[in-house]
């Protein structure tokens, strides 16, 4: 699939944005402050390249708190520096002192509050964004411009950014295997070289050296490669240092990191059901058999007369939404139904034995917008570049408004991040 940009009529400032972390700042929108007292005790954290489920654990570890028993509200991203709750449950008043190698690692704790409730999932009213594009054009901002206001009028394309897929963009193929069922080969795309097969530049040479060892069976080594924070990698590799099974060695995996992979998996798809919207430059139409999206609510419903909707739509109380597939997903019909079907079927979605792996990890299925609305919107030139500055509802990511304004990576769903491999399940 080539796939398109939504504002290809303009061409892409270029420039970088991510220079350094600090050019890349978001912050968290908490939907309500903690409430002040409670078992859970609520810290309001400072990351400067470190991913959310690094902070996580570095942090349960500062506190002796399973993980188990810490929350957080969303993903952030790692190459940025990034503001945002974490909840653990402890009763816990004060610090530990040794905090201070969390801010040697990039880790800063700014404010500390207790609350009745753990943070949950999606519990956010948004991220402010501000970004820093460096080395453009001197002719960017007008281009720039134009680029922002398509995006505000018709919708930013609600895509999934690049690093949902994981640093070296395999996780919706480990995904892919861990739904199937097929555990040599979730192993293989986690461990192996398969793991590099769309970021084959710049890698860690140490990473490359614990993939020759994993495909040579030298798990222990292999393992030693890693550092702690990877525990997904260290788990399963231990696993089959023991002699474990395949299946043994990817249910050792912690379920955090099962999720995020069959997440990826239907993040895949997605992507390729709003790149094949945008090639029919409808990601902002409703068609008839559409399922729309309440932006309000968050309810569904399929539709059936779309110029019964036509003042929703303008006013952008609702969209179409495509599939994140599992076995409640409500299905599309007509024109969309068909073009979803067309997706689903060439990875053999229908399947029973994928919905049911994607049960097994409470993926049940859901619909998700085909786009969203930027708000706070702000482009101001500086001496380094130009300052960006705009604000996305929860789940939606900064680097599809990256995507368009810069033009410097492929259009969403041009790069397919899952293979076409069928293999059968080895216990």
Same mark, same amino acid.
């Given at each position: 699939? *080539? ?18 972390? %600090? ?25 400067? @390249? +470190? ?32 503001? #945002? ?7 816990? #008043? ?16 700014? /404010? ?17 964004? =501000? ?30 950014? =690049? ?37 084959? =530049? ?38 089959? /240092? #023991?002699?474990?099974?395949?299946? #043994? ?7 955090? /990191? ?5 997440? *990826? ?38 539709? @059936? ?34 073009? %979803?079907?067309?997706?689903? =079927? ?37 001496? %380094? ?23 410097? %990576?492929?259009?969403?769903?041009? +790069? ?12």
């Amino acid at each position: 699939m *080539a796939g398109v940009y939504l504002t290809d009529s303009v061409p892409g400032i270029g420039g970088r944005a991510r220079a350094w972390p %600090e050019d890349f700042r978001v912050e968290e929108i908490p939907p309500a402050p903690p409430s002040g007292d409670g078992e859970h005790l609520h810290l309001w954290v400072e990351k400067r @390249g +470190v991913s959310t489920i690094e902070a996580l654990r570095a942090l349960c570890r500062l506190l002796d708190v399973p993980e188990a028993e810490a929350g957080y509200a969303g993903m952030k991203d790692a190459n940025a520096v990034t503001r #945002q709750w974490f909840s653990f449950r402890t009763k816990t #008043q004060k610090i530990p002192d040794t905090v201070s190698r969390l801010e040697q690692e990039g880790i800063r704790i700014l /404010e500390l509050a207790r609350s009745r409730t753990r943070i949950r999932r999606g519990a956010l009213a948004g991220n402010r964004f =501000d970004i820093l594009l460096r080395d453009v054009a001197p002719d960017s901002e007008k281009k720039a411009r134009k680029i922002l206001d398509c995006l505000t009028a018709r919708g930013l394309p609600n895509a999934f950014g =690049d690093q949902r897929f994981g640093v070296h963009g395999h996780t919706a193929q480990v995904g892919f295997a861990l739904v199937r069922g097929d555990w040599r080969c979730v192993l293989d795309a986690l461990l192996g070289h398969a793991r590099f097969s769309l970021a084959p =530049d710049d890698v860690d040479a140490r990473l490359l050296e614990a993939a020759r060892k994993y495909e040579a069976e030298d798990f222990k080594e292999a393992r030693k490669l890693y550092p702690p924070s990877w525990e997904a990698e260290r788990r399963a590799l231990s696993r089959l /240092e #023991q002699g474990a099974s395949p299946r #043994q060695a990817v249910a050792s995996i912690p379920l955090r /990191e099962r999720v995020l992979y069959g997440g *990826a998996f239907q993040a895949c798809v997605f992507n390729l059901c709003i790149a094949r919207r945008l090639e029919a430059r409808a990601h902002d139409r409703i068609w008839a058999g559409d399922v729309i999206f309440h932006h309000e609510t968050g309810k569904t419903r399929r539709v @059936g007369a779309p110029e019964a909707e036509a003042l929703a739509l303008e006013r952008f109380n609702v969209s179409p939404a495509g599939p994140l597939i599992g076995r409640k997903l409500i299905e599309a019909r007509g024109e969309a139904g068909k073009l %979803e079907r067309s997706v689903l =079927d060439s990875f053999g979605v229908g399947d029973p034995g994928i919905l049911d792996g994607l049960e097994r990890l409470k993926l049940h299925g859901s619909r998700r917008p085909y786009r969203i609305q930027m708000k706070e919107v702000s482009l101001r030139p500086v001496k %380094e570049g130009l300052r960006l500055g705009f604000m996305l509802p929860p789940g939606s990511y900064a680097s599809e408004v990256l995507r368009e304004l810069t033009k410097n %990576e492929p259009p969403v769903g041009a +790069v397919t991040r899952i293979g076409d491999e069928r293999g059968g399940s080895e216990s």
